[in-house]
């Protein structure tokens, strides 16, 4: 005689095949519970969040880039920014002819620290926000050791008018 299955000699009446369908499915099986409907989307497509994870983190293709080719973003040449004494302290000193000692001690000032770094602070926040607030308060700093803080270009004219011969920038690093 061929067995269905059961067991006969054991607390389950199905054997090992009992564990298979819960209690919710036989009553839907049986007809005593409706059908689950889905809401637009089969129950095996949905996506659990840890795979869903792993899916965005999955390495792609990229496309190779020919290494001779122009870089797409042409970089625009950086403002190079230096501190140089206020319009009054230039005008007093040209007027008394000591353009030297006040190229001396500008010279001195800018090489020590605070004045140091104003106008690299100043740079960097110009060059994130032009005219902003951190830029602004980089100026007032300077303003209150008596400097302005100019484009290198116009500290190098300053400072060939102070000492009334051009000034070599051959050799010289502006990036100040």
């Known amino acids: 005689m061929q067995h269905s299955g059961a067991r006969a ?9 009992a564990h298979l369908i819960d209690h919710h499915e036989m009553m839907r099986i049986l007809g005593r519970v409706p059908p689950v409907q889905g809401h637009g989307r089969h129950e ?9 994870t792993m899916h965005k983190a999955a390495t792609r293709p990229r496309g190779m880039r ?37 190229v001396a001690q500008w010279d001195e000032l800018t090489r ?7 106008a690299a602070s100043f740079g960097a ?12 308060k980089h100026r007032a700093r300077a303003a209150s050791g008596g400097f302005d803080i100019v484009t ?9 008018r102070l000492l009334g011969t051009p000034c070599e920038t051959e050799g010289v690093d502006l990036d100040l």
């Open 9 to 17: 000699f054991g607390d389950k009446a199905f054997g090992d095949k």
């Open 125 to 136: 926040a110009q060059a994130a926000r032009p005219g902003g607030a951190l830029a602004e």
């Open 152 to 160: 290198a270009a116009q500290s190098v004219a300053l400072r060939e």
């Open 66 to 102: 020919d290494p001779e080719a122009e870089p797409q973003r042409r970089e625009t040449p950086r403002e190079v920014w230096a501190l140089a004494p206020n319009a009054r302290l230039v005008a007093q000193a040209l007027k008394e002819g000591r353009g030297a000692a006040l």
């Open 44 to 52: 095996k497509a949905t996506i659990c969040r840890a795979a869903y």
């Open 112 to 118: 020590t620290a605070p004045w140091s770094g104003i």
